[in-house]
């Protein structure tokens, strides 16, 4: 069994997940590239110093979770950090024009994908001295942020994206009041430019991936329950 940090980070093999992974590696962990696509993860994991191999896995599957988690196991026999990375945008609809079809189709992923994902691999977390979730939330999923009129976020309008991450933080919560002994958090990357906005975003992935960073790296003893940006501590 390695004696290094084992951590998986879903939807890695490009923007902030990619981003993520590679600054894990570089701290000398074992990193996982979670992808749908094993070609293309292994094709990320490849361009990576360090330890980082692709683990293929689809977060809307049972079956390939179910795999996945069966991966770790033989391969590792245990988890020190999960990071739910993997997320959509969803289809660029108007409130109005959004239906429940389209909200079913983000929360498949941004939702249900997080929760398939924490369910199978808490087994192999509560073998770490350490375990850590980090949730990858959405300063849109802050009613605090989403309704201060001088955020941006305020001025932007969507229905099935912004919900999927207010439940993500939600489910972050109750996950870290269930889960004591872990360290369980959800981060606001902030304003990325990734192919999720159309790479419109004002901050680098590398800026876009510090709150992951931080909480990925927190002391046994740190915060649980909360929800960060780089800057700082974001409202629920």
Known sequence: ??????????????GIGLATARRLADRGWTVLLGARDAERGAAAAAGLDGDASVLPIDVTDDGSVAAAAKEVETRYGRLDVLVNN?????????????????????????????????????????????PRIVMVSSGMGSLAVTTDPERLESQLLGLHYPASKTALNMITTMYAKALPAFR?????????????????????????????????????????????????????
């Open 1 to 14: 069994m390695t004696e290094t940090t084992i951590a998986l980070v879903t939807g890695a093999n490009k």
């Open 86 to 130: 993997a997320g959509i945008s969803g289809p660029f609809t108007g409130v109005l024009d959004t239906g429940a079809e389209e909200m079913r189709t983000c929360f498949e992923t941004n939702v249900f994908g997080p929760v398939r994902v924490t369910k199978a691999f808490v087994p192999l977390l509560q073998r770490s001295g350490a």
């Open 184 to 236: 369980v958090n959800a981060a606001d990357p902030g304003y990325t430019a990734t192919d999720l906005n159309g790479n419109s975003g004002h901050q680098t992935v590398e800026e876009g991936s510090d709150a992951i960073i931080a909480l990925a790296t927190a002391a046994p003893d740190g915060p649980t329950g909360l929800f960060f940006h780089r800057t700082g501590p974001v409202p629920w």
